[in-house]
């Protein structure tokens, strides 16, 4: 390769980063990320949760879980722990939820029942219209 060819593919290459470098933010904000973009709702189809049985979204970033309690009906209930930040799974046959790192468990309301967990776990805004379930 000659030395001319060589710097011009050096200043291509340049350019295409400097290019992507102004770009990249550019897009960010002609398209940023749902959570920023103020869309802070899930809706999912009512009839995917049977009785008793739970479903797990994302409602912008926080991992969230659908629960419909028998008897109660739905609930929408972080699954971030409130200890250190692990994520909780929904006991099914003990009607629970159980961080897996320091053993806090947690009732179907999302109050702290044992283990270290300080607080409940947060619960979000949910309605059902029709067949949909809206939580945010
Ligand atoms: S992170 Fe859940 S109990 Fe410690």
Redesign the pocket.
Same mark, same amino acid.
């Given at each position: 390769m000659k030395r001319r060819d060589f710097l011009s593919l050096l200043f291509g290459v340049f350019s295409a980063t400097a290019v992507g470098s102004l770009a990249y933010p550019l897009i960010r904000y002609l398209a940023p990320p749902e959570e920023e973009a103020g869309i802070k709702t899930v809706t999912i189809d009512k009839r995917s949760i049977l009785t008793g049985k739970a479903k797990e979204v994302v409602l912008g970033t926080t991992p969230v879980i659908i629960i419909d309690r028998p008897g109660k009906g739905y609930i929408a209930l972080s699954r971030v722990?409130t +200890?250190? *930040? $692990?994520l909780v799974n929904y006991d099914e046959e003990e009607k629970r939820l159980v961080?897996p $790192? +320091?053993? *806090?468990i947690y009732d179907l309301e999302g109050r702290v029942l044992s283990? !270290? !967990?300080p607080r409940p776990l947060q619960q979000f805004p949910l309605r059902v219209e029709g067949n949909k379930i809206i939580v945010g």
């Open positions: 722990c +200890h250190l *930040g $692990c961080c $790192c +320091h053993a *806090g283990g !270290p !967990p």
